[in-house]
Structure formats: C-alpha cells, structure tokens
C-alpha cells in the first residue's frame, strides 16, 4: 500500500508538471506548417488573476490555441458531462488525490481535452479538436479557483476542415503504458500526443540530471513508492508537460527543450490502484531529444 507521504510526493509531481513547464514557440517545418495551415487561431489571455479572457462560441473541428499570461499558467480544456457543475467539479479536483471515489466521480463526469502550459512573454501553442457540445475552460494552476473564473465555451456550427499537425506523434496504451515508439525525437518542434489508452493521461518530459540514467530514475521512484523522500534524479522544474487528455483523444503542442537524455513520465492518479500515479505503475520510459 502506498503511504501518505508517496500520495503527496506524487501529487506534487504533478502540480510541478502543470503549474511549473511552459511551452514556447518553435519554428515547425514546412509539412507541420502545411498540415495544421487551416486550423483557426484562437488567442487565449489568462489574466494573473486566473480568468480566462477567449470567444464563447467556436465552430466543431480542430483548434489552434495560443495561450499568452502575466503569469505562469496551465491552459487546460474540459467538457462536463450532463448534470454536473462547476462547483462539483472543482470540489473533486480538489480532493481527488486523497479520495479514489471523488477521482472516479471526476473521471465520470469529465472529458479532458488537453491544454497547453505558457508563462510571462512564453506563450502556449496547442492543438485540439473539439466536437459540438458544452465545454470548460480554466487555468488548472489557481489553487483557489473559483466557479466564476471556469469560462463557458460553446461549440456549434458548421464543422471546420483540418486536421492535428502531421509530425513524431507519442501514445500511450493499454492502461498506464508509453508505446515503445519513438525512441528519440527532435528538441524542438511539434508534438503530437495520441491516447489510446483506457486510462486519463497527460506527458511530463522530465531531463536527466547530469550522470544519470533511466535506472537511476528507477531506483529513485522504488524509494518514493515506499515513502522516503530522495533527491530525483530528474529536474522537475525545467520539466515541459501537456494538458490531461481522456481516452481516445489527441492533441499536439509545440515544444522546445534543450538536447539530452529525458524520462517520459505520467503522473495522473490510478482509481483501480488506490489513487496512485500511473508512473508508480510503470509508466515511464527513457526518451531521447536531439
């Protein structure tokens, strides 16, 4: 059984993955410019308040959202099942780390869309396709969030033509694994995220301190497992992370990070495993940027 202090280790892992990577604008190449060439822009003002300055109605299809903030900021999109409300939703996230049948009533009455995280003079830059239906749109970095800053989003319409950029595309599978593929990537550039998992999941790239390996990341995350707080091997706060997406659903973001040695790593909350992150349950992988 995992310990109170592993929950909460965990849990700051991830809080480090949303709330403190950014994505910054890199040039894409001419076949990742033509590909994404008809996605609409939407631009995204997240205030240092936490509100969410965007349109309240866009047409189905995909979407190029660039996300600029006076703040470090986690963009991220939800679309709420039928009877739940804002109020409940922020409740549960609230305590979903420390309650398995809140994240279940999460999962339940949630899609996640994905997001994009930016910070001051570093704007987010993702992608998304969005169906007809009733969204959220929040900055997941405001611990005190409140229902009035969850912004409404409409989508209805005429369907839009595009598709995803065309480009290295990361999986995940089956319930909490990465596919085995790619093995190494451009540092900078776009990057496609496909779950076809059964499970939420969300990408941290995470560099390795000098020196070290994916087993030493390994030992490291044995010792966590068992509660004894060690210095990572990793550096969380250089770490690059997308937003959460549901099963099913894709999303790519543009990216730029330095060359070397990176784990892949995912640390949403398991409800079949007591809440424990999916990298407690094998779900990371050595990759490496170029």
């Not at 299809?61 to 939703?89: M, N, W």
């Not at 509660?227 to 099963?247: H, K, L, M, V």
């Not at 990070?257 to 992988?285: E, I, T």
């Amino acid at each position: 059984m995992h310990t109170s202090t592993s929950r909460r280790l965990a849990a700051g892992a991830l809080s480090l993955a949303l709330a403190g990577s950014f994505l910054t604008a890199a040039t894409a190449t001419t076949a990742q410019a033509a590909s994404s060439a008809k996605a609409p822009t939407t631009k995204v003002w997240v205030t240092k308040y936490h509100n969410i300055e965007m349109p309240d109605r866009l047409r189905p299809g995909v979407h190029r959202f660039v996300v600029r903030t006076s703040r470090d900021a986690g963009f991220q999109i939800i679309r709420p099942r039928k009877g739940y409300t804002k109020r409940e939703a922020l409740r549960d996230a609230g305590q979903m780390f420390e309650n398995v049948k809140v994240l279940r009533r999460f999962e339940r009455n949630t899609v996640l869309m994905g997001g994009v995280n930016a910070r001051k003079g570093e704007p987010g830059i993702m992608w998304t396709r969005l169906p007809r239906g009733r969204y959220w749109v929040l900055d997941v970095n405001d611990n005190r969030a409140k229902v009035r800053k969850v912004h409404d989003l409409r989508v209805g319409g005429e369907r839009l033509r595009g598709m995803l950029p065309s480009t290295a595309t990361i999986r995940s599978v089956k319930e909490a694994s990465w596919a085995a593929r790619p093995k190494t990537m451009n540092n900078r550039g776009i990057l496609k995220y496909r779950n076809n998992s059964t499970d939420n999941h969300f990408i941290e790239l995470a560099k390795l301190q000098p020196g070290k390996t994916a087993a030493d990341f390994e030992e490291w995350l044995e010792q966590l497992m068992q509660g004894n707080e060690t210095q990572p091997p990793i550096d969380f706060s250089a770490a690059t992370a997308s937003g959460i997406i549901a099963p099913g659903k894709a999303m790519s973001m543009r990216y730029d990070l330095p060359p070397g040695k990176y784990m892949l790593l995912c640390w949403w909350p398991d409800s079949d495993m007591g809440g424990a992150p999916h990298v407690f349950m094998g779900m990371y992988r050595g990759i490496t940027l170029r």
